[in-house]
């Protein structure tokens, strides 16, 4: 599942790949992805503007053009490419966008991810868009903020982190990485945090989130779509050893979500 530091880069790889280009062509080859308008209303729409620039929006991508944005919501399994070579569509490519000699392909193996094509920053009719809370990379999130929104979360602290009401950006495998890092155990509940754990908390997530967008900064579309994780400390780790203390990696399965942490480190 792309977080916020993959969405960033992908912004980043599409906007020097893609802005200034004319959208040609829209085709759905799987209408399932398509969220908020009939299928033949999404592919004429956007034809004959420019991409304008790409960026991540917490766990979404929002494709800007001159009058329209896409907005992407990719789920688990929703990947983009970009590719300057004719090539057929896959089972596991939902649409495309030909603009002059590049097209941009949405994939998704499991179908679950929400493609919506809406006026230029109208997101009120894309599903979990709105009241969302900052992003975890905003430079301006401080301490104080962080302290006084997470007194309204209440549950266990993995799930308020991946909240993006709480804060936008953080999913299941992140959340994994910033609590060992902070060295609190993912099923402690918000409020038995101590004051000197919160501050822990909101250090390590700036420190795991700035990191791992610094190791993906240089990849490519193709590699970030691979979703080659090989920078993770503790999430799907489960029995192996944990880098910081070299005790073995815990798992426990919930719903489709699993959590690795250390039992050493956090407590
Ligand atoms: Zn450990």
């Known amino acids: 599942m792309p977080e916020l530091p993959e969405l960033q880069i992908i912004g980043e790889r599409l906007t020097e790949l893609l802005t200034g280009l004319t959208i040609e062509k829209v085709s759905v080859h799987n209408h399932l992805v398509v969220h908020g308008l009939p299928v033949s209303d999404f592919e004429r729409i956007a034809i004959g503007e420019k991409f304008q620039y790409f960026e991540a929006d917490g766990k979404f991508l929002i494709l800007s053009l001159e009058h329209h944005d896409f907005v992407i919501n990719p789920m688990l399994t929703g990947r983009v490419k970009v590719e300057t070579r004719y090539k057929k569509p896959t089972r596991i490519d939902m649409i495309s966008i030909k603009a002059n000699d590049h097209t941009l392909w949405y994939s998704d193996a499991k179908k679950m991810g929400r493609v919506y094509l809406v006026p ?3 997101y009120s009719g894309v599903a979990g868009f709105e009241n969302r809370g900052p992003s975890a990379l905003d430079p301006t999130l401080n301490l104080n903020e962080f302290r006084e929104r997470l007194k309204h979360h209440n549950g266990q602290i993995k799930n308020v982190l991946r909240n993006q009401r709480f804060i936008k950006g953080i999913g299941n495998a992140y959340a994994d990485e910033i609590l060992l890092y902070a060295g609190i155990n993912p099923f402690r509940t918000r409020a038995s945090l101590e004051e000197n754990e919160v501050e822990q908390l909101y250090h390590s997530m700036k420190k795991i989130l700035s990191r791992i967008r ?12 691979s979703e080659k994780r090989d920078f993770l400390m503790v999430h799907n780790r489960g029995g192996y ?11 426990v399965k919930a719903n489709r979500f699993k959590t690795n942490y250390c039992q050493n480190c956090q407590k």
């Open 241 to 251: 050893i944990c880098p910081l203390c070299g005790g073995r990696v815990s798992e």
């Open 120 to 122: 230029g920053k109208v």
């Open 214 to 225: 610094a190791i993906l900064s240089s990849r490519s579309l193709d590699e970030l779509a």
